[in-house]
């Protein structure tokens, strides 16, 4: 182990600076060895290191390191460097990447924070930087990254607003997890802690506030979709864990709600990226429901479907990506029999499909195992439970079963109904080789679940440390895997036909969208015409206020019906003068 020098996520924001100085190939190639290095650095660093700063005159811990901010570098350095490497195969340019990093760099500066006051800087900042990668692309991601950095602005301000409330109440910003933190964990219950739930519930995706997901993810360059697919949702978890570190029972649900809802919107989509979007909302619920479980077993199964998701759903964005480098085309329906075509590129997506529906032996089935026993084993049953099975859990298993229907879906529309019309080359080498890295992975951790278990913050093996022991490989789970895609099959089959011929499902957006647009229409035409009826009222009584001092004598005529005259002489006026003069100084002396 070795003490910190200095954070990670300063090699990551310097290559974001230098890498459109160095040239692309150049710049690139130090992108992908400085996002890389985050890993053995954060590997190396002992458990309860941290640096304290102070910020704004604040105490403050700027690095971190514990069981969960160690996870989660390790897989965001290792994510962000296959990115890289993607992003140059891709013909980003190089500005485009520099931002990515940015990104990168500013994500790792969050969860590597020990404190609320350095994670909402970072936080902010990785709003920034990842509403810039989206407006680099121009056209129509510019339009969707304006409403993108608005809501993620009205997000952060909520849990700006109660981080200051919580240290109004515990006198410190520090988690209870640093050395020398209050002993207290958590956001302070109350309207702090529901300030937090909706701010952070932004860049989760909660139900009502995800429209932001499948609205401005399919619009950017592919490549930027890889970088925008993994660290602001997953950073939003880990934020969800900081706050409610003993779970809380109205996040669980929601994680459930999320599971359901997202897997459902991604069924009706035609356009590929928008779907693997909607499919984002979904696979954080299940995050979302572990954190809000609040036990070590889920919590820990939360951490390790990050890991996963993270993996396989760049994957997924990957060969999503390179469907749409070659052929041009997003929708579902203007593709088909690819896997004749692109055989690696339908290789790589069969096992990131596999892996988010969560089937036997890969790593989707081992982390989203977990916190479903956990919402079997730790959490109270609901009205709706049947049997020993709780509401909750019913709802994460429908959310599998969705999940299987919305990627047999994907599988067979792009790669294996149908003929392509024409020939289309396969991924470029640095494509394969940034896939084929990612889907061994998907499936080593699905085989060798050990491996992952050793990455977790709390060993979820041991009857000593959770309340009832993970084992992966046991009959029932097996048997629940295979039911979840047996009925993925069948109800694809059933419902191929009418969901070919349904149309788009509205969402919140729907509503939302022209109803902000309109409603700040409305705003800005109240506000102007105000002030120009008030600037018309300020003209009028200057000028009548300059008519009376220079010509009083007009003005009086006009106010009356016979002449006026106001005319004095000097020794009149010089009187006057004199006495306003005295007037004036003795109010003063008064």
């Known amino acids: 182990m070795v003490d910190p020098v200095v954070p990670p996520f300063v090699a990551v924001l310097l290559a974001a600076v230098l890498l459109p100085v160095l040239g692309r190939r150049a710049g690139h190639a130090f992108g992908v060895l400085a996002t890389a290095a985050v890993v053995p650095y954060v590997w190396l660093v002992a458990s309860g290191a941290h640096v304290p700063v102070d910020l704004f005159g604040f105490e403050t811990v700027l690095f971190n390191v514990d069981g969960f901010s160690r996870l989660m570098g390790l897989i965001f350095g290792f994510i962000g460097a296959v990115a890289v490497l993607y992003s140059w195969a891709s013909e980003a340019s190089a500005v485009q990447t520099a931002f990515a990093l940015s990104y990168v760099g500013t994500s790792l500066g969050a969860v590597f924070a020990g404190d609320w006051l350095t994670l909402v800087f970072f936080w902010e900042l990785m709003a920034v930087t990842s509403t ?6 121009g056209g129509r991601a510019v339009r969707a990254g304006f409403r993108y950095a608005l809501l993620h602005g009205i997000g952060g301000t909520l849990l700006l607003g109660a981080v200051v409330w919580h240290y109004t109440t515990a006198g410190t910003f520090l988690f209870g997890s640093v050395p020398g933190g209050p002993e207290t964990v958590g956001m302070t219950a109350g309207l702090p802690a529901a300030l937090a739930a909706v701010g952070i519930g932004v860049n989760v995706g909660f139900v009502g506030l995800h429209t932001w997901l499948p609205d401005t993810y399919p619009r950017p360059h592919v490549a930027a979709s890889v970088f925008l697919c993994v660290f602001t949702t997953k950073t939003g978890v880990y934020g969800m864990y900081r706050a409610f570190p003993e779970g809380n029972v109205a996040i669980a649900y929601m994680g ?15 356009d590929m990226r928008r779907l693997l979007s909607y499919h984002i909302q979904s696979q954080v619920g299940y995050m979302v429901a572990g954190v809000g479980i609040g036990t070590t077993l889920a919590q820990s199964g939360a951490m390790a479907h990050v890991f996963n998701h993270i993996l396989y759903k760049a994957l997924l964005f990957m060969t999503a990506g390179v469907v749409i480098y070659r052929t041009g085309q997003e929708s579902l329906k203007k593709i ?11 290789g790589a997506f069969t096992v990131a499909a596999l892996s988010i529906a969560g089937f036997p032996g890969f790593n989707g089935f081992v982390s989203k195992g977990i916190v479903i026993s956990g919402s079997h084993y730790d959490f109270p049953a609901g009205p709706l439970a049947i049997g020993e099975y709780h509401t909750l859990e019913w709802l994460l298993l429908l959310g599998g079963i969705g999940t299987f229907l919305s990627f047999i ?28 890295v990612v889907a061994a992975l998907c499936v080593f951790y699905g085989i060798f679940d050990g491996a992952l278990f050793a990455l977790l913050p709390f060993d979820v093996t041991s009857d000593d440390v959770v309340s009832h022991a993970y084992e992966t490989y046991t009959v029932d789970h097996l048997v629940e895997g295979l039911a979840l895609a047996a009925a993925g099959l069948v109800g694809f089959a059933l419902i191929k036909t009418p969901l070919s011929k349904a149309g788009r499902l509205p969402d919140v957006d729907d509503l ?24 018309r009222v300020a003209v009028a009584f200057v000028d009548g206020l300059t008519a009376v001092v220079t010509d009083p004598g007009a003005a009086a005529n006009r106010s009356t019906d016979h002449d006026v005259n106001l005319r004095a002489g000097i020794g009149t006026s010089v009187l006057l003068v004199t006495l306003v003069l005295v007037g004036a100084l003795a109010l003063l002396l008064v």
């Open 512 to 535: 939302s969208n022209p109803a902000s647009f309109y409603g700040t229409r409305a705003l800005v035409v109240v506000v102007t015409e105000l002030y120009a009826a008030i600037d």
């Open 409 to 436: 879906k994907f599988g067979y529309y792009a790669f294996f109904h149908g003929e392509y019309d024409g020939s289309v080359p396969d991924a470029t080498r640095g494509q394969s080789v940034a896939m084929v």
């Open 256 to 270: 459930g709600g999320m599971a359901v809802f997202g897997a459902t919107y991604a069924l009706f989509q035609n």
């Open 132 to 137: 810039l990668l989206v407006w680099h692309y």
């Open 336 to 346: 088909g029999g690819l896997a004749r075509e692109m055989p690696l590129t339908a």
